[in-house]
């Protein structure tokens, strides 16, 4: 019977050992399925019986509608720039005086110009007796009409990058 009592005192105790690792095994479990519930918790909604499958799917239409919005976004991005292209974005003024019996520099040529240098260029010719006005085509820089010094200056200031 010594045989069989060594053989029940290991039995036992790989039995014990067995029964410990179980132990440690199923605090793992309980310790990972706790954190499991409460990140659960923070994902699901208060008071609401859904199951984790609407809660997904309802994160998938709100990241689909939220795909639509950054498209439609993204397509008035590129409106506004193209618009902004054509915009006025160069100003160029030039005041002076072409007449020896006016004071002051009463008269100007103002370039105003996208970013392309189109756009006009409008000249006032002010003396005593009256005031003229002009506006002269420009496209890149350039107009088909002669353009006088002031005018071509007015061009070249609002072309000229400003430091």
Do not use: C
């Not at 009592?5 to 036992?12: D, F, G, K, Y």
């Not at 990241?63 to 993204?74: G, Q, S, T």
């Amino acid at each position: 019977m010594t045989l069989d009592e060594r053989t029940l005192s290991a039995l036992v105790i790989a039995l014990g050992a067995i029964v410990l690792a179980l132990a440690v095994w199923l605090a793992l479990l309980h310790r990972s399925t706790s954190t499991l519930r409460r990140r659960l918790r923070r994902v699901l909604p208060d008071g609401e019986s859904t199951s984790l499958d609407q809660v997904l799917e309802g994160h998938t239409d709100a990241i689909d509608e939220l795909a639509k919005r950054l498209d439609a976004l993204n397509k008035l991005h590129h409106e506004l720039e193209e618009l902004a292209h054509r915009s006025i974005q160069k100003v160029g003024v030039i005041r002076y005086n072409p007449f020896n019996d006016t004071g002051g520099d009463q008269s100007f040529a103002i370039a105003l110009l996208d970013s392309q240098g189109n756009g006009i260029v409008v000249s006032s010719l002010h003396s005593r007796t009256d005031t003229r006005v002009f506006a002269k085509p420009v496209q890149s820089g350039r107009s088909r009409y002669p353009l006088s010094d002031e005018e071509q200056d007015a061009i070249n200031k609002a072309l000229t990058p400003s430091a």
